[in-house]
């Protein structure tokens, strides 16, 4: 019923940025807290950043604290990971998802887009 679909990634060097969204079909998208993840072959899928579905709380791990920014438009049913300052280590494929529940299981998964950093 939800249907995401992650944009915006790319090739880049090392200090640029980018900014991916994820936008999605559906009637209750609003009612979901959005998350992104990203994972790279061979690796389990690891938590980036989320939003609650008001846009009045974020999280975001410890790697990427302080250079990605994660907003809503709840408007365009668009989720926004602005990335600042890449690494090469944030290479990677990454994936939006919608939980009904803020730490709960991820509901709905976006296809995946592609980020690399080049140094």
């Known amino acids: 019923q939800v249907q995401l679909v992650e944009s915006g990634g790319g090739l880049v060097q090392a200090g640029n940025s980018l900014r991916l969204s994820c936008a999605a079909s559906g009637r209750t998208f609003s009612s979901y807290a959005m998350g992104w993840f990203r994972q790279a072959p061979g690796k389990e899928r690891e938590f980036v950043a989320a939003i609650s579905r008001s846009g009045g709380y974020t999280e975001y791990a410890d790697s990427v604290k302080g250079r990605f920014t994660t907003s809503s438009d709840n408007a365009k049913n668009t989720v926004y990971l602005q990335m600042n300052s890449l690494k090469p280590e944030d290479t990677t494929v990454y994936y939006c998802?919608?939980?009904?529940?803020?730490?709960?299981?991820?509901?709905?998964w976006g296809q995946g887009t592609q980020v690399t950093v080049s140094s």
């Open positions: 998802g919608a939980a009904r529940r803020c730490n709960g299981p991820i509901d709905y």
